[in-house]
C-alpha cells in the first residue's frame, strides 16, 4: 500500500473515532458539529418519527457516523486522487493538513453560540 493511500485510510479511521466522542459534547459545540449531528437527527425523524430519533440514539449515531465520513471524504478523496500518483508527499501533507483543520472544525473552530 503506498504512503499516500495508508494516509487516507489512518485519517479517515481518525475522522470515524471522533464521532464516539459526540455525545458527549456538551453546551452547542460548533457548526460543523451541529450541521453534522443535527442534520442526522433530521435524516431519521424524516425518515420515521422526531419521537424515533429522539429514542433510538443508535440509529442516530450510526446515521452521524455515514455523516461525518462523507462530509471528510468529500474533500480528502479529491486531493488523494489528484496528488496520490504525480507527488504522493503533497497528497500526504494535504491530507493531515485537512484531517486537522476538519478536527479543529468539529471541536474548536467556529462555536455555535446561538444553540440549533
Known amino acids: 500500500m503506498k504512503s499516500p493511500d495508508k494516509v487516507l ?6 475522522v470515524a473515532l471522533t ?6 459534547i456538551g453546551g452547542y459545540g460548533t457548526g460543523l458539529f451541529q450541521l453534522i449531528v443535527l442534520g442526522a437527527w433530521g435524516l431519521v425523524a424524516h425518515f420515521s418519527s422526531g419521537l424515533s430519533a429522539d429514542r433510538h440514539q443508535s440509529v442516530l449515531w450510526s446515521v452521524t457516523l455515514v455523516l461525518n465520513m462523507v462530509a471528510f471524504l468529500a474533500i480528502a478523496i479529491p486531493i488523494w486522487a489528484v496528488f496520490r500518483n504525480r507527488a504522493p508527499r503533497v497528497s500526504s501533507l494535504a491530507t493531515f ?8 472544525m468539529l471541536y474548536f473552530l467556529f462555536p455555535a453560540t446561538n444553540g440549533p
Open 97 to 104: 493538513c485537512w484531517l486537522l483543520f476538519y478536527v479543529s
Open 19 to 24: 464521532t464516539a466522542t459526540f455525545p458527549y
Open 9 to 14: 485510510l489512518i485519517a479517515a479511521v481518525s
